[in-house]
């Protein structure tokens, strides 16, 4: 299924990807293609499981190239310059008063907000099409907003804005 819709990406985040397709074509190929080399040596490939696992390991090599080749085809980098620090916007650094559904307790939290080709909720980047993300768009600091999640309605503040 090719994907049309174009990929919001952080100048970081291109660089990342265009990184990973490198290391991909000119090492990973190699690696693998040594490695059924190797596997056909053995001989007999009806009963060779390394042979069957280094044809899988290509194909999802071959799989990650094709869709990380088809982001960067769809790719349009934010001009993180241009970013506007009083509104948050994809590539805005938030700084969140979030309050869960059901929870007396407010935690605060920081994220990027970003593309969804390099969300990572484990580094603080979430995605422009989360339900936390797309509710923040748009927003200013002191800006409260809810939001539907799994457990309920989250109740969020938008405490800071920057680039």
Do not use: C, W
């Not at 993180?80 to 869960?100: H, L, M, P, R």
């Amino acid at each position: 299924m090719e994907q049309t819709k174009e990929v919001l990406l952080t100048e970081e985040g291109f660089k990342k990807i265009e990184d990973e397709l490198e290391m991909l074509k000119t090492v990973r190929r190699k690696e693998v293609a040594e490695r059924i080399k190797i596997a056909i040596s053995f001989g007999d490939l009806s009963e060779n499981s390394e042979y069957d696992e280094a044809k899988n390991e290509q194909a999802q090599v071959e799989e990650r190239i094709m869709k990380l080749e088809n982001i960067l085809r769809h790719a349009v980098v934010i001009d993180e310059s241009a970013i506007d620090g009083n509104t948050v916007t994809v590539g805005s650094i938030v700084k969140i008063e979030f309050q869960a559904p059901n929870e007396e307790e407010i935690d605060e939290d920081e994220y990027t907000i970003v593309g969804s080709a390099e969300a990572d909720p484990a580094e603080g980047k979430i995605s422009n099409e989360s339900p936390i993300g797309r509710a923040l768009l748009g927003k200013n600091a002191g800006d409260k907003v809810e939001v539907q999640v799994p457990d309920g309605i989250a109740k969020i503040k938008v405490v800071e804005i920057s680039r």
